[in-house]
């Protein structure tokens, strides 16, 4: 969350949406939510429908679901989709924003 919040303008510069999803109740995300004041959305996923939708892996022997980022465009078509094997394994966000103005090139 760090890392998103830290480059936030360069996303919203390109016009994009920044969206976390996890796994937490309702509760728990607006408490960490307000906590550290994230200023993107934090959609909580406790039933795992986003996470089923966009097939993140859920490893318990790895304390649960494994990081995800996916780029979707405003199509609703998914542009781009890594999923990480542990939290070392997240994109760093210049490979996401590079990804971003790829797809933005394209249109």
């Known amino acids: ?17 920044v969206i ?6 309702v509760y728990k995300f607006k408490t960490y939510w307000d906590e550290n004041d994230l200023p993107f959305i934090g959609l909580a996923d406790p039933e795992q429908t986003a996470a089923r939708r966009y097939e993140q892996e859920i490893n318990l022997f790895k304390l649960g679901r494994m990081p995800a ?8 078509i998914v542009r781009y989709a890594h999923y990480s094997n ?11 924003l590079a990804v971003i103005d790829e797809i933005a090139g394209e249109s």
């Open 69 to 76: 980022q996916i780029i979707i465009d405003k199509g609703g």
């Open 86 to 96: 542990s939290m070392s394994d997240i994109p760093h966000n210049e490979e996401i």
């Open 20 to 25: 976390a999803v996890g796994p937490e109740s």
């Open 1 to 17: 969350m760090a890392q998103l919040r830290q480059d936030y303008a360069l996303f919203t510069q390109r016009n994009v949406a």
